[in-house]
């Protein structure tokens, strides 16, 4: 169990890595465009995520609050769809392009700070 839920996690961070590195690269050209790191990205922080959320720690205290995994869930299918539909047009409004930013960094501080 512990070694599926490292190997998760690892999964869980290289998502994170092509999410957030993928969109302020894409950011920084100055051309919001939906690319294949964001969208992928977007994907494994879906799957991995729901995978890591699994009772893999043994149960009771050990497992991280439901309340927590709910709110990052929503969070991040929030961006899934915010990254999926657009995911073939040449570029998106750049208040969508910060807000996919946004979020990410949301989820992200849920996961850190949220004990
Ligand atoms: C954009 C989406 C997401 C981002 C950016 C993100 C970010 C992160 C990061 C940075 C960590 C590492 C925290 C640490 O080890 O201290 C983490 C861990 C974790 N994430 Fe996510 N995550 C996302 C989506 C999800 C989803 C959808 C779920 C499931 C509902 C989820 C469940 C977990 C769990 C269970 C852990 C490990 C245990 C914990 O720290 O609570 N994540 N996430």
Redesign the pocket.
Known sequence: MEAIRLIL?FV??V??AL??GGAIAQFLTGKFRINPAVLW??II??V???G??APLRGGGDAE?DPI???V??V???L?FIMVFIPRKREAVAKGHFIGIIA???A??A???F?R
Request: net charge positive; no cysteine.
């Open positions: 996690l869980h961070l998502g994170f999410l957030l990205g977007s922080q879906l991995s995520g729901i890591l959320a991280p927590k995994l709910g990052k869930l969070i991040a299918v961006i979020m990410t960094l989820n992200a849920v996961a850190v949220w």
